[in-house]
């Protein structure tokens, strides 16, 4: 059966030059809003569109810490996604912190070793907050993630090299409805209002573990031709 998708991703590194950045997005409640007409039959329980906010913030910095040798990259911030809906004093409000951290060593001129981390948390407040589902009837979604990796490559000549690479990933997913397991939920078929709590939970706990080594070759008018070995 299918088991996903392997991708390669090159990440930043730093380099003998003290680099940083920082960058700011932001939309407020007044900028934004969903597009339908609450006059229509359909969202005649709005008083108003739900208006949107959203706020990404980035800050990076990266530079030597033993020139020609020892190399840092760090980079993280704040995001967040609020929607507001007339008549309710909270939101649903989607925030996801995150921080990445990578050190590059250059233990000889044939012999580089990289070591990254991520780290995510996945916070949904107030999630499923509607006007047919108020605050009590909600719940929060939490998912704190972290990734960790190790590079290692070494260079025989320029048409031999070899690699080694490990990943690590673990994430906590967990759905807690805001008046806890034990409380049920009532849901009225005639008006389509819930109240009293959300439906169900969830918990789950995730962990992957992968490494890969593997020999490189080209070899030049071999075989009627060149190719590529690994």
């Known amino acids: 059966g299918f088991t996903g998708a392997v991708a390669n991703i090159i990440t930043k590194s730093g380099s ?29 329980l709005y008083e108003a569109p739900p208006r949107l906010l959203h706020f990404d913030g980035h800050l990076s910095l990266g530079g030597r810490i033993i020139k020609d040798k020892l190399w840092f990259y760090i980079a993280g911030g704040p995001r967040q996604d609020d929607t507001e809906i007339i008549g309710f004093k909270e939101r649903r409000s989607r925030q996801m912190p995150y921080i990445f951290g990578k050190i590059t060593y250059q233990i000889g001129k044939k012999t580089r070793i990289q070591a990254f981390s991520y780290w995510e948390d996945f916070l949904f407040y107030n999630r499923a907050l509607s006007v047919t589902r108020p605050l009590e009837a909600t ?20 048409k031999t090299f070899s690699e080694f690479k490990i990943g690590y990933f673990w994430c906590l997913y967990d759905k807690r409805p805001n008046k806890g397991r034990n409380v049920a939920q009532h849901h009225d078929v005639l008006t389509g209002m819930y109240s009293g709590n959300f439906g169900w939970w969830m918990e789950s706990d995730t962990a992957h573990l992968t490494a890969n080594a593997n020999l490189s070759h080209h070899a030049d008018d071999f075989i009627k031709g060149d190719h590529d070995f690994k």
């Open 139 to 158: 719940y929060f979604d939490v998912g704190p993630g972290i990734s960790i990796g190790l590079h290692a490559l070494h260079t025989f000549s320029d």
């Open 16 to 44: 003998n030059t003290f680099e940083g950045l920082a960058d700011i997005s932001y939309s407020p409640l007044k900028w934004n809003q969903k597009n339908f007409d609450p006059k229509k039959p359909k969202f005649s």
